[in-house]
């Protein structure tokens, strides 16, 4: 069984920056698929970065491209969310997630992954 514990949220001003973590115990695939997933109160989870295994193909929401960066350490089981200019709207509980890969179109896709952690909430105050 594959464990995935987040760290890293806490409440910042618009502007500032987070760095978020995630890591992996248990049955760890370095060939799964691994992403950065948010939700807010009464909103559908949505994709906000993932990373395939491999050529480490990244994949970006639209509303955080430029701004946030994604990367894994597969020797440490580390999933890292560097997360830059953060703004009101980014606040959200932020969860990590791994599975198998399905593919560049998939990366972003709830449907892709099988293990997901607790989360971690970030808050962007004006």
């Known amino acids: 069984q594959l464990r995935l514990v987040e760290s890293g949220g806490e409440s910042v001003q618009s502007g500032g920056s987070l760095r978020l973590s995630c890591a992996a115990s248990g049955d760890y695939y370095p060939w799964y698929a691994m992403g950065w997933f948010r939700q807010v109160v009464g909103k559908e989870r949505e994709g906000v970065a993932a990373i395939s295994p491999g050529d480490a193909t990244t994949a970006y929401a639209d509303s955080v491209k430029g701004r946030f960066t994604i990367s894994r350490d597969n020797a440490k089981k580390i999933l890292t969310l560097e997360m830059n200019s953060l703004k009101p709207e980014d606040t959200a509980m932020y969860y990590c997630?791994?599975?198998?890969?399905?593919?560049?179109?998939?990366?972003?896709?709830?449907?892709?992954?099988?293990?997901w952690g607790q989360g971690t909430q970030v808050t962007v105050s004006s």
């Open positions: 997630a791994a599975g198998p890969t399905r593919g560049r179109a998939y990366l972003l896709s709830t449907s892709t992954y099988d293990n």
